[in-house]
């Protein structure tokens, strides 16, 4: 590196460190003052307001087509609201935030996909250059970062297929490898959209221990979008329901209840616990 490379480097690095100690310090991770979103001239949601905290460990739940990725999609700075504020890390949602990691919504990986497992996970540190590292990274940094990578697949329990082709892999495998993706760069916030989908049960029930686990171990602070909140209520600190337009926040008991989603839906809901504690929701299914 020349330099004027290495005093320019120097000084981005100065700069994002100073912003990253600025929005750790925040207390309210996410803040929404009377957000209004509209998608192709329909309004998804009104006025929501709500607060997620520093740590806490949120699911977002709904039925289809609710707005649940929306609301991921705003904090991501993909999209704008229609009406009111919303502050990420005590600051505007902006595109490429690396504080914040990201799982979107599953989709299984191609067969063929011949990149291996270590590689696909390095994505999650250049993903946008498509694994392609910037000329400057010298061999010490190459090093640190292959460090990095291999922690993130020890901490999600896929080094026993580092080297295998992503394609090859199972549901599960793969899931565990897009969780090491997200948490490569230390992020304060994590969004999930759905990462339960298409496992079967026990694997709903490991994967979703894995990220309380690997997300308490680094202070993550998580929003996860799921359609079942059993595999993950011995975490879930806050649900936040989206239904009817309207958003939701509160303690899964406080949300989960016959009384309030009768209220959200404006009909007959039932909310069942079996001795587990585990909950049976009936009456959704007869419409949102
Ligand atoms: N680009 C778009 N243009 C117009 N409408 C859109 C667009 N993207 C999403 N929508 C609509 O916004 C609504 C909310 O979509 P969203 O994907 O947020 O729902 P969701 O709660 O995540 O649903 P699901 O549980 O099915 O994934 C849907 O009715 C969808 O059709």
């Known amino acids: 590196m020349t330099g004027a490379a290495e005093t320019e480097h120097a000084r981005q690095h100065a700069t994002e460190t100073t912003t990253r100690q600025k929005q750790e310090v925040c207390?309210?991770?996410?803040?929404?003052y009377g957000l209004t979103v509209r998608q192709g001239g329909r309004t998804i949601w009104r006025e929501a307001s709500f607060t997620i905290h520093t740590g806490e460990f949120v699911c977002a739940l709904g039925p289809n087509g609710a707005g649940k990725t929306t609301l991921l999609r705003l904090v991501l700075g993909l999209m704008s609201p229609a009406q009111g504020e919303i502050r990420v890390l005590g600051a505007q949602p902006r595109r490429g935030n690396p504080l914040i990691g990201y799982v979107p919504q599953r989709r299984t990986l191609d067969a063929h996909l011949r990149v291996c497992a270590r590689d696909f996970v390095m994505l999650g540190l250049d993903g946008h250059k498509w694994g392609i590292a910037s000329p400057f990274?010298?061999?010490?940094q190459r090093q640190a970062r292959r460090e990095l990578v291999e922690a993130a697949c020890e901490a999600v329990g896929a080094t026993g297929y580092i080297n295998r082709p992503v394609g090859q892999l199972s549901g599960g495998e793969q899931q565990r490898l897009l969780l090491a993706q997200a948490i490569l760069g230390q992020p304060r916030l994590l969004l999930l959209d759905e990462p339960l989908?298409?496992?079967?049960?026990?694997?709903q029930y490991a994967i979703a221990r894995l990220v309380g686990k690997v997300t308490q171990e680094r202070q993550m602070t998580v929003l996860l979008v799921t359609h079942d909140i059993n595999p993950l209520l011995s975490m879930t600190q806050q649900v936040l329901y989206?239904?009817?337009k309207q958003i939701a926040l509160g303690t899964p008991e406080e949300i989960i209840s016959t009384e309030r989603l009768s209220r959200l839906y404006r009909a007959p809901v039932e909310v069942m616990r079996d001795s587990r504690g585990r909950v049976l929701v009936s009456g959704l299914e007869l419409g949102r």
Request: hydrophobic share 50%; glycine share 0%.
């Open 27 to 32: 207390a309210n991770v996410l803040e929404a």
């Open 137 to 140: 990274v010298t061999q010490q």
């Open 197 to 203: 989908a298409s496992l079967d049960i026990r694997n």
């Open 242 to 244: 989206i239904a009817q």
